[in-house]
């Protein structure tokens, strides 16, 4: 059985580019959970949240990554909430390879700071609600089988030190 790779970490931390570039180089599907869950409910994710509301959203999420928790052989972005529920972890760890994706909130803030998708981060102040969102995570992101600090490496070095270390 081929073992997924499930990509976490904070948004902006550059999981769907490096989950595409890294789907590609080992020829494998993508799959990317908040996809799935625009797909799944014909909606954008900003309209979920402010039309359904955040634990909508994530009982759809952790529906979605139960389901491709039990693929094989996929490359899978996720969300970077998923980690808010222990029972997401659990069930990612069955099949996955989980690779945590390490960014500074400065960087995260760089690189989000003019994009609209993101509901939680369209406040007054990301820059602190960054900090506040990634505070509790942090633990959780960090029991990831694999770190790879993105904050200052081009996405095909990134791409490269996963496929490198997963061989090994
Ligand atoms: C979220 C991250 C987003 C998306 C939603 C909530 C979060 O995904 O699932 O806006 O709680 O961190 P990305 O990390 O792909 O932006």
């Known amino acids: 059985m081929e073992k997924n790779i499930a990509l976490v970490g904070f948004m902006g931390s550059g999981k769907s580019v490096v989950a595409k570039l890294l789907a590609k180089q080992l020829g494998r ?73 390490k960014t500074s909130s400065e960087a995260i803030y760089s690189r989000i700071k003019d994009q609209m998708h993101r509901p939680l981060l369209n406040v007054e102040d990301p820059k602190s609600k960054i900090d506040e969102l990634i505070a509790p995570r942090l633990s959780f992101y960090e029991k990831a089988n694999l770190t790879v600090d993105t904050s200052k490496k081009t996405i095909d070095f990134v791409v490269d030190e996963i496929i490198k270390s997963i061989s090994q």
């Open 29 to 101: 599907k993508l799959i990317s959970t908040d996809q799935l869950i625009v797909e799944r409910e014909r909606m954008e994710i900003t309209d979920i949240f402010s039309i359904k509301g955040e634990k909508y959203f994530r009982d759809v999420e952790e529906d979605v990554v139960f389901e491709v928790s039990q693929g094989e052989g996929l490359v899978i972005d996720c969300g970077g909430g998923v980690v808010l529920r222990e029972q997401n972890i659990n069930n990612l760890h069955y099949r996955s390879i989980i690779v945590y994706l």
